[in-house]
């Protein structure tokens, strides 16, 4: 690219020097032959002041004048005949033209020739005739040319150093931008190009830089759902083949019993594909009123049955007078899953879901009989460095906070040790002091 911008750069310099150069050459070469043929004029004119009026018929000889312009001069009778001077014995046509009484100039081969007629009582008697060699003049105006030829030569040079540094400001937020298209096909989306200060490039690094963004929040997203999927996606798959194998185990005696919870258990698993698949690729998830109670029967359907198989108690608070609360039922029933797979795993005793009810907010806790959480984190904050002996493991807590801020909601640890709790705070609705909620 730099070379392209060079050479551009340059042919416009050469064809405007062109376009510029060679008329201003030939008007230079115009006016130097002008004033040369001016300066003759002028010396043959002072010439003809200096010849008597009875040259042609007086006895004196007539002295015409030199000078150190290299002119010379010869005086022609009324007849073309050369009286006296340097010149032809007879008038040539530039003297005979002369003779009209007008004044001509000629330019013969290497030289100039002025001829000026000489008057007297109002009618022509005679002719100064001038002549110059051109050398002079054309020594002057190859020198003025080639006074002209450098110039052209430093103004293509200083369009060249321009273009130079031109092209190099143009060719490093290029390369920068081609190395930023590679950097994003290898799937590295923190990309981040310099501004050049040129628009068009520092738009298009723009338009580059918001979709590394678009597309590292696309990946985030499913790769997120990929492991939310197999996280979500163990649990009820290990219950369903658990049925289904206890069943061939020990069979009941009416076969289409266990048909209809696996069916009912298919059901859900591709209520929880769907769900999954619509958080995953949704940017930002839409609130909306949600009644907990709705939410808190959903989740004991589908988790009583399997804590009551593991001979573990369940226990969920009422929530028929609760406030309408902000947020997403989906993603709200996907995070309890989250905390109840992992209480029923990892903790012991007694789960319970209870709430509590506040001017500006509904708070569910999570509580187990579990021996609590072992970390080697600075603070409970610190999500993502838990281990757990107790309730909570692998990608379970972290999974259930993603969901709970984005509905959007706070997911706190008041107590990790034994029977610890887990609370989600969510915004109601319509605040106490605004109005029934």
Known sequence: ?????????LSVTAIAIVLFGVPL??????????????R???????????????????????????????IVFALYGADGALITGIGPSQADAAT??????????????????????????ERVIGVIRAEQSTAASDARTRKILALLGGLALGVIAIGAAIGWILAGRLARPVRLLRDAAVQLGDGDFTI??????????????????????????????????????????????????????????????????????????????????????????????AASPIALA?????????????????????????????????????????????????????????????HTITDDAVTVTVSDEGSGFVTGAESPDDLNSWNTSGSIHGLGLPLAQRLIEAMPGRLTIPHSGPRPRIDIVLQRTVPAHSGPG
């Open 40 to 70: 003759v004029e002028r010396q043959a004119v002072l010439a003809s002041r200096e010849v008597p009026a009875d040259f042609a018929t007086g006895n004196d000889p007539v002295e015409l004048p030199t000078n150190d312009d290299g």
């Open 294 to 354: 709705d939410v808190l029967a959903d989740v004991e359907s589908t988790w009583q049955r399997r804590f009551a198989g593991a001979n573990r108690a369940l226990t969920i608070a009422p929530a028929r007078y609760t406030p309408t609360i902000r947020g997403n039922a989906p993603m709200l029933r996907h995070a309890l899953d989250v905390l109840l797979d992992n209480a029923l795993r990892h903790g012991a005793g007694e789960v319970c879901i209870t």
């Open 192 to 285: 981040d190009v310099p501004r050049s200060r040129v628009p068009e490039l520092d738009e298009a690094a723009q338009a580059m830089t918001a979709t590394a963004l678009r597309l590292d929040d696309l990946v985030t997203r499913e790769r997120a759902f990929s492991a939310d999927a197999s996280h979500q996606l163990r649990t009820p798959l290990a219950g369903l083949r658990a049925a289904i194998e206890t069943e061939l185990e020990f069979p009941r005696p009416d076969p289409t019993i266990v048909l209809h919870e696996a069916i009912s258990d298919i059901d859900r698993l591709e209520r929880t594909i769907t769900e999954l698949l619509t958080i995953a690729r949704t940017s930002k998830i």
């Open 25 to 38: 050459a030939i008007v230079v070469e115009r006016f130097v032959d002008d004033d040369a043929t001016l």
């Open 96 to 121: 005979a033209k002369a003779l009209g009484n007008q004044v001509v100039d000629v330019e013969i081969t290497g030289a100039r020739v002025v001829a000026v007629p000489v008057a007297a009582d």
């Open 1 to 9: 690219m730099r070379r392209r911008v060079l050479v551009a750069i």
